[in-house]
């Protein structure tokens, strides 16, 4: 019985350097996550905040629901879009996705890259 108490006494890893070496994997795994996921993330939603700061009366926008229209007015949380003659229509100024023109090239990519002949 005490020649395995003496063997599973010699097996005890050494100090910290067994311990550091086993973090390392889980250290790579989040500057991988980091710098893929989290930081291209965190730009965009900066973009998009400047984006709806520097929103002004006339500009053509796209919401999220994907109505088409221009700003007649703004306040800080409300933004007043003109849809057609006479007809306007208040949403969350962060319900606003994209200026019309940017929704215009990105409608126009795909077809340019499908052009298939045949």
């Given at each position: 019985?005490?020649g395995?108490?003496?063997?599973?006494?010699?097996?005890t890893?050494q100090?910290?350097?067994?311990?550091?070496?086993?973090?390392?994997?889980?250290?790579?795994?989040?500057?991988?996550?980091?710098?893929?996921?989290?930081?291209?993330?965190?730009?965009?939603?900066?973009?998009?905040q400047?984006?709806?700061?520097?929103?002004k009366?006339?500009?053509e926008?796209?919401?999220?629901?994907?109505?088409?229209g221009?700003?007649?007015?703004?306040?800080?949380?409300?933004?007043?879009?003109?849809?057609?003659?006479?007809?306007?229509?208040?949403?969350?100024?962060?319900?606003?996705?994209?200026?019309?023109?940017?929704?215009?090239?990105?409608?126009?990519?795909?077809a340019?890259?499908n052009?298939?002949?045949?």
């Open positions: 019985m005490t395995i108490a003496y063997a599973a006494a010699g097996a890893p100090g910290g350097v067994g311990s550091l070496a086993s973090f390392i994997p889980i250290i790579l795994i989040f500057v991988v996550f980091y710098f893929l996921l989290i930081r291209p993330q965190q730009k965009k939603a900066r973009q998009q400047e984006f709806l700061h520097s929103l009366k006339g500009q926008v796209v919401t999220n629901g994907g109505i088409h221009r700003i007649t007015g703004l306040t800080d949380t409300v933004v007043t879009l003109e849809i057609a003659d006479g007809i306007r229509v208040k949403v969350s100024r962060s319900a606003i996705m994209m200026s019309a023109v940017e929704a215009k090239k990105q409608a126009d990519a795909p340019r890259n052009t298939s002949g045949g």
